[in-house]
């Protein structure tokens, strides 16, 4: 398909990846970006990834560090689980969409943290 100026002017409609609701996005610049119908939307959004994302860290590592395996990456394992399962049901409580949705709409762009932290030149060379 061939992309023109005329093209890129029509409104893509998207689902807010914290409310759910409908809207569009109008700026060419921030088709790829915006996942969010406002910025408190996307605050909010991020309030809870960053407080799930310190209690869940040491799990994460720990089961990783140990390959899943032993007392500690076993332990590590179903803590996970459980917090995961925690904050997934609260998101359906609180009638939100599933992050999954998030994280495809992320995986679906070919983002991954790795290539993030090259870019950025925090990734230590091998
Ligand atoms: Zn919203």
Same mark, same amino acid.
């Given at each position: 398909?061939?992309?023109? @100026?005329?093209?890129? !002017? =029509?409104?893509? !409609? /998207? ?6 609701? $409908?809207?569009?996005? @109008? *700026? #060419? ?14 605050? %909010? ?9 310190? =209690?869940?860290?040491?799990? @994460?590592?720990?089961? +990783? $560090?140990? +390959?899943?395996? $032993?007392?500690?990456?076993?332990? &590590? ?7 995961? *399962? ?6 359906? !409580?609180?009638? +939100?969409? #599933?992050? &999954?949705?998030?994280? %495809? ?8 943290? =790795? *290539?993030?932290?090259? /870019?950025?030149?925090? &990734? !230590?060379? &091998?």
């Amino acid at each position: 398909m061939e992309h023109t @100026t005329q093209a890129r !002017k =029509v409104p893509e !409609k /998207r689902a807010c990846c914290e409310c759910g609701k $409908g809207f569009d996005i @109008t *700026d #060419p610049h921030r088709q790829h970006s915006k996942r969010f119908c406002c910025d408190a939307h996307a605050q %909010a959004f991020a309030n809870r990834q960053t407080t799930r994302g310190k =209690v869940m860290a040491a799990a @994460t590592l720990a089961w +990783r $560090g140990k +390959r899943g395996g $032993g007392e500690v990456g076993k332990a &590590a394992l179903a803590e996970l689980c459980a917090m995961a *399962d925690q904050f997934n049901d609260e998101d359906r !409580k609180a009638k +939100r969409p #599933p992050v &999954a949705d998030y994280f %495809a709409s992320l995986a679906g762009q070919g983002y991954r943290f =790795v *290539d993030r932290q090259r /870019r950025s030149g925090n &990734a !230590k060379a &091998a």
